[in-house]
């Protein structure tokens, strides 16, 4: 039979120790607990107060940035009104809401305090027409759709046709063509008197890709190909300007800068030849 130990005096203050020491800590959590759940609770009732507060209503809206809109059609597109809060305003949600519309690019939205707002906007710029069959659009460098031309709008801009006649093409090579044509307008941007793209009409997209080029003082179709835009306006702009130094362009009737692609003569021999036709 066990002989039972007896509990030291130094055995019981330890126990009582550890007890005291474990009540402290949750006594301390609780504390935290408490201090959190009530100052979230007042932090919330503050925000709420200010952001109702008429003291913090937006009363003014500076738009900056605006050519084609103006600033009262942005504030109509914000949907900002005089109830607007500067407090509870989500700057980057106004600023993606903004973005939607087509004709904006960027936005930027900053508030001052403690009422005012300031938008500032960067509009897409157009770079040509495209020709969509029942109507005509604007488009930007990009190649992005901005908007239908209307009566009022101006038409001095280079068009590009023959998209409406390829549906079946366009979802593999659209993309391709367009920047091709987009590609020798930007370049044609560029200051070069030979070729400004002032005198760029018209760019005809074929049902295969291939694009052909129209003059607007010269009725002669150009044609381009596909791809390597950058080279082949620089080849353009020397084989015109030898044209007009020989006063031959009234005789000309077609330019082919596509001439002997993909028939085998090497990439080399074929990229500078250029096949000029004249009357007879």
């Known amino acids: 039979m066990g002989v039972k130990r007896r509990k030291s005096i130094t055995d019981y203050s330890r126990s009582t120790k550890e007890k005291g020491s474990g009540g402290k800590f949750l006594l301390l959590a609780s504390v935290l607990l408490v201090t959190v759940i009530v100052g979230g609770g007042i932090l919330i009732l503050i925000y709420q107060g200010v952001s109702r507060s008429v003291f913090f209503q937006v009363d ?3 738009i900056t940035g605006c050519q084609r809109l103006n600033t009262r059609e942005v504030l109509s597109w914000s949907g900002l009104d005089i109830k607007t809060n500067l407090w509870a305003l989500r700057t980057a949600k106004l600023k993606k809401h903004l973005e939607k519309n087509n004709w904006i690019e960027s936005a930027t939205v900053k508030r001052k305090w403690p ?16 020709n969509q069959g029942s109507r005509l659009a604007y488009v930007d460098k990009k190649g992005v759709i901005i908007c239908p031309v209307v009566h009022t709008d101006s038409l001095d801009y280079p068009i590009i046709t023959g998209r409406e006649k390829n549906k079946k093409n366009q979802e593999q090579q659209g993309i391709e063509w367009l920047q091709d044509a987009l590609g020798f307008i930007r370049y ?24 052909t080029l129209y003059l607007a003082d010269n009725p002669f179709p150009i044609y381009l190909g596909q791809g390597g835009m950058k080279k082949k306006y620089s080849r353009l702009s020397k084989v015109l300007s030898w044209l007009y130094r020989k006063k031959e362009l009234a005789s000309t009737t077609s330019i082919d800068l596509n001439y002997l692609s993909g028939l085998g003569n090497g990439e080399k021999e074929s990229a500078n030849r250029v096949l000029v036709s004249f009357n007879k």
């Open 60 to 62: 003014k809206v500076d």
């Open 188 to 211: 044609a941007g560029g200051g070069n008197p030979v070729l400004p793209r002032q005198n760029i009409s018209e760019i005809h997209v074929g049902p295969d890709g291939q694009l």
């Open 115 to 130: 009422n005012a707002l300031h938008i500032r906007i960067r509009e897409r710029v157009p770079l040509a027409i495209v």
